[in-house]
């Protein structure tokens, strides 16, 4: 019996077994495959971050080439062959002089025209747009070039040209780098400066040793004479040294400037011109001067439908009494000096230039040579830290004729809007001719603004 | 002077021959966009040339290519070398716009062989603000002034340093880095360093 139990308990157990085997086995299995579940769902978690982050990616990757992309068209326009530009000055003020009353007025507006083709030639031009006093606009092409960089040391120009004779044409000017709101005598038009000129030339700069040089050559129309006729005899009116389209003596002037820069502040020049010149037309005594007549035949014949008046008819009788093309020509020589020197807020500077033109003893307007001679001493000081300037200038013009001679003081007080923005003010005390324009002292008032 | 007209033609001969021989000899060593100039010879150059005939212009007063054109009519007009005008044209374009640089040059900034104090500000500062700390260019300030720019704490002096900066007064603006991108952050505190213990103390 007692064995019989053992047998039973044993198959009991046996049974057991084979019944709880599997379900031991299932439950290992699924925790396995929950486990493996477990670790999908992780990676495709990762898997998920990934993509998002790659979505991420590519989005700004996106956005960087097109960013690249809009730059590159921006820039494309940015720096084009051709670059043009627009600079200039102008200016308006008031004028106070003594015996007469006080007036407004515009002073010019002179856009300057810039064209350049790539970094090898660029075209200049300026034009000089006023006001005068019968209320007419005057327009001018103050100058024309076309410059061809040849070098690093060279540029060649050819047009009309601001003088290079000395600084104060070339380069002082403008209204908004005037210190003073007048120009000094003698460096204005028909004054012993030559205010431009037609031709070519070659300008640049270079080193010598630790210092540098710069200079302008040129071959030019040069100038044309006026004679002035009074108390029956001829004499030299002056010299009308600005670019004339045709150079009727045939004779070129030939001339340059020279400079030197010891020291970085400090240039010292030197200019030259010479050649020949024919009187083209005769100023009528203390008048104006009569309109040019070329004496080309046919200049002066009648076009069917043509109205001349009487007056006219009589002042072409009068012109054709002198043929200008045969009048001989003269001697014309220029030579100038210029000292700049800037050191820390005072502006130092002297300019001295002398025109002469020679005899002429067998034309119909034969008549003595004459000079021209004028020069200007010039001090400016920037107040530190503050925005006002002030400026003094001694100029001694003497002229051939003794009406036009002036010598000069100059005071002025500038204030700086901006360093091309300048309120001016300038009292001149004036030595002339006793009771002429030339002997009166003024006052001027400029806002210059140079873009 | 005198010349006489017997010598007249030889005179325009001579002259001639020189003329043409210049502008002859020019196109054989005309290049086109040459290499780009150098932002601090620049700073320097327009320090030395501009203010001879007129006041320095602001920089910022003109976009790239504006400069471009005026810096080029200028170099026909004061007789500028072809490298001083790209030098000065390079210090233009980089000092007139402030944000672009600033971004270029702190990508950069740390690069390169670290410099002294006194090498730094000879060779970037002492164009305009010369070797006396007095300055060489109206606007330039006094760093030998108790109650100038020195006087101000190393942490606006470095922010000037690094950003550039225009004293209201003055008709100029320091460019970024004094126009040099490669100078950095040792460099920067370096050259203050030294500006300290030689302008101010």
Redesign the interface.
Known sequence: MKHRTRFFAGLALLGLMLVTTPAAAEDEKYEQLQAQVEALQEQLREVQEALAQYASKTDTETQVNQLKQDIAEAAAW??PNT???M?GYADVGYTKQDSEDGSFGIGTFSP?F?F?Y???V?L?AEMEISVNDEGETDTALEYLTV?Y?????????GGKFLSPIG?FR???HPS??NKLVSAPPGFGHDGAAPVSDLGVQ??????IGDT??????F?SNGPELISAFEDGEFELGGVEAEAFGSDRDGD?V?GGRF?WLPT??L?LGFS?A???ASVTSIEEAHGEEPDEHEEEPGDHEDEPGDEHDEEEEEHDEEELLVDFGSEPAR?Y?V?GFDV?W?L??F?LRGEFV?T?VGADNVGVTASPGATWQTWYGQASY?I????WETAIRYTDFDSAHSSESQKQWAFGVNY?F???V?GKFTYEFNDGLPGSVTDANRWLFQLAY?F | ???S?QN?PR??TI??V??CG??LS??M??????EEGDAQNGARTWA??C????????PQ?LR???W???V??M??????????TRDVLEYLQTANNWPVSLSTEVAQAGSGTARSGEEVYGRVCVACHGADG?????GA??FTDADGPMAQSDAILLEHIRDGFK?P?S??AMPPRGGDPNLNQGEMEAVLEFMRKSFSD
């Open positions: 940015k720096e670059l043009i530009h600079a300057i810039h350049q790539r970094d090898l660029m200049e410059d960089f040849l070098n690093d040391y060279m540029t060649l120009v600084q070339q380069n002082l908004w780098i070659a300008r640049g700069g270079f080193k540098y040089a710069n200079y302008a050559a071959v070129k030939f400079a970085p502040g240039e030259l010479t050649g020949k001697d020589d030579y700049a800037n820390n807020n502006l002398k002469k920037l530190p830290q503050t925005n700086l901006a360093s091309s300048i140079g | 002077m005198t010349i007209i007249r005179v325009g002259w001639m020189l003329f210049m502008i020019g196109p060593l005309a290049t086109d966009y040459l030395e040339n203010n001879r005939c007129h006041n320095a212009r602001d007063d790239d290519d504006q471009t054109t005026s080029f009519h170099r026909v007009r004061a007789g500028l070398t072809g490298k001083q007095k300055g060489t260019v109206p300030p006094d004293s007064k008709p100029m």
